[in-house]
């Protein structure tokens, strides 16, 4: 194979099509794990509320409680996994 822009957009284009069809066969297990929380901003922060009391029969006056906010951020990272092909597959074409 010619190595040139547009023998290398074919290949692009063949092994992504590959990848994708190899894709389908899957079943993502990530979900068992973990939950998509989406980002709009480079650090999201999540807060809570703790000390939250406890239930009580109300007799007489209501008793007011304080309650504690806590929170923590995480920043956004990126990652990637990047893959090579051996030259030698690509010029002799062994992908198609």
């Known amino acids: 194979m010619i190595i040139n822009k547009a023998n290398l957009s074919s ?29 709009t901003t480079s650090t999201t922060t999540y807060a809570w509320l703790g000390q939250f009391p406890r239930m009580r029969e109300w007799l007489g006056d209501r008793q007011l409680k304080s309650l504690a906010l806590h929170d923590y951020s995480v920043k956004n990272k990126k990652f990637e996994s990047s893959v090579a092909i051996p030259r030698d597959d690509i010029d002799d074409d062994t992908y198609g």
């Open 11 to 39: 290949l692009f284009t063949a092994i992504k099509t590959s990848f994708n069809k190899g894709l389908k066969n899957t079943t993502p297990t990530w979900n068992k794990v973990a939950t998509l929380v989406p980002s």
